[in-house]
């Protein structure tokens, strides 16, 4: 069994599913509308009081987790916190209330997130799709074959920003929808061709806000539950009718969706006359069941961060035989060292593997062109917390310790950054390393052995084992070298 957790922009959102056979059953859901993204204020920060819903609702959610036996549980967050100047400040009360670490999502992990949720709950392989998601702050176009998602974009358009920015006082009328319409289209329209007609047979809407709205369109005569250009004419129609929020009586319309669904509706409408669709059929699936498919596949193995690695070291061009050697020898000093906690080692293997990708770019200070790249690329299955773990370890791996001295107070992370760059400088001397003919210990200091021959065949791992003992000592560790016979 697995849980997902989504921290919206509008709405905070418990799924708890169980796999069986092809499929991910939903067996427990909860949704919490604290509107997240209402709660920055003008300079981009989340309120106090915002903060305080947001870690009740988390604390009520954990109270649900709790009744469940769960193989995994995954909580990400989405654009509000992907925004909030002061996002770093809420992540440790967020994570004691909900109990688990909240991971804030790209917007395009978050589209591939969705296609995943989409594509597990269609199960028709060869169809090409797309799939469009409207949230609270932000909206994810996807192109798709079958479960292979081909290209993600995500705007910086949603339900709340766009309700509040032209129907904030609550008033309903025909020259705030065109506005709010062309304030849509406008942040699309230079990113439209790649989603053409040509692309796609189908389109699929997976957002709350969409099922909202072809639930409203049918239950109130307006059409059959799929969305057209027609129905959603009308829509708007009635809504400006009833001429402020407060007026809206629509079958099937919740009152806390009132608020937002003009703001909705309005990019809707927008990407609709962009992307020239003529029918979105919605579905019952998205972000959270992406996420329990993407902890289904890493729990079978099937890891997405794998692939990502692969194909970014291939684009890249990075020497395959030069980094594989490199993530063997320090996940083996890795070993030596005896962390506490071998939460580093997928992300010390995976850093290796990148560690040179910066070549492509210049051979001087190539370790901060990597560590760079890594921090700002688009690697799906990767949180940005993941990326900047492996981002710090690159930029740890030669040179002054200084530039991550913070980090390296971490026990296990320093065993990290230690296995990283004995591996990277026993890969540049050119020495084919025995670990078993190895003594490496790291406690209140460091302590390693090697052999005399390695320093009479490879003079300059002479210099760099001093370099090690100075850069070591700048931050506070002791470096002890022991030459054996």
Not at 21 to 50: C, E, F, M, W
Not at 121 to 139: M, Y
Not at 166 to 191: K, M, P, Q, T
Not at 365 to 378: G, M
């Amino acid at each position: 069994m697995f849980a997902a957790v989504d921290l919206g922009s509008n709405s905070f959102r418990l799924h708890i599913g169980k796999h069986e056979g092809d499929a991910i059953r939903v067996v427990k859901s909860a949704r919490d509308p604290i509107r997240l993204a209402a709660g920055l204020d003008k300079n981009g920060k989340l309120t106090p009081q915002a903060i305080v819903g947001a870690v009740e609702s988390l604390a009520r959610f954990r109270t649900i987790l709790r009744d469940y036996q769960l193989d995994a549980v995954r909580v990400v967050a989405t654009n509000t916190l992907r925004v909030a100047k002061n996002a770093h400040e809420f992540l440790p009360d967020a994570e004691r209330a909900i109990g688990y670490p909240v991971e804030i999502i790209s917007g395009e992990e978050e589209g591939r997130l969705i296609y995943m949720g989409v594509a597990g709950a269609l199960a028709l392989p060869d169809e090409d799709r797309l799939v469009i998601d409207i949230g609270g702050g932000s909206t994810e176009v996807i192109l798709g074959h079958g479960s292979d998602v081909r290209r993600v974009e995500s705007f910086g358009i949603g339900t709340v920003n766009q309700s509040q920015a032209f129907f904030g006082d609550g008033y309903i009328n025909e020259a705030a929808f065109e506005r709010a319409i062309l304030s849509a289209r406008s942040h699309v329209e230079d990113a439209v061709v790649p989603f053409g007609a040509q692309h796609r047979s189908k389109v699929y809407g997976s957002s709350g806000t969409m099922r909202a709205i072809a639930d409203t369109i049918a239950r109130n005569g307006m059409g059959d539950g799929r969305i057209t250009p027609e129905s959603v004419e009308e829509l708007k129609q009635r809504l400006i009718a009833f001429g402020h929020v407060d007026h809206i009586e629509l079958a099937g319309m919740k009152p806390d969706r009132a608020a937002v669904i003009m703001g909705g509706l309005a990019v809707l409408i927008g990407l609709m006359q962009e992307l020239n669709i003529s029918v979105i059929s919605p579905v019952e699936a998205g972000l959270r069941m992406g996420v329990m498919w993407d902890l289904q596949l890493r729990a079978t193995q099937r890891d997405r961060r794998e692939q990502s690695v692969d194909d970014f070291s291939r684009r890249f061009h990075i020497d395959e035989l030069r980094a594989r050697q490199v993530a063997e020898t320090a996940l083996g000093f890795f070993q030596m060292l005896k962390p506490g906690n071998e939460a580093y080692a997928k992300y010390l293997n995976w850093s290796a593997l990148l560690h040179e990708a910066g070549l492509i770019v210049s051979q001087s200070s190539y370790h901060k062109h990597s560590s760079y790249l890594i921090a700002n690329a688009d690697l799906p299955g990767f949180t940005t917390r993941e990326q900047r773990v492996m981002s710090t370890l690159i930029l740890g791996q030669k040179g002054n310790l200084r530039k991550i001295g913070e980090v390296v107070s971490d026990p296990d992370f320093a065993k990290a950054v230690l296995a990283l760059r004995l591996a990277v400088m026993f890969m540049h001397a050119h020495i084919t390393l025995d670990l078993d003919d190895v003594r490496l210990k790291m406690k209140s200091r460091i302590d390693i052995e090697i052999k005399r021959d390695w320093l009479r065949d490879h003079p300059t791992v002479s210099y760099w084992m001093q370099k090690e003992q100075e850069w070591w000592s700048g931050i506070g560790v002791d470096f002890s070298i022991r030459v054996t016979a």
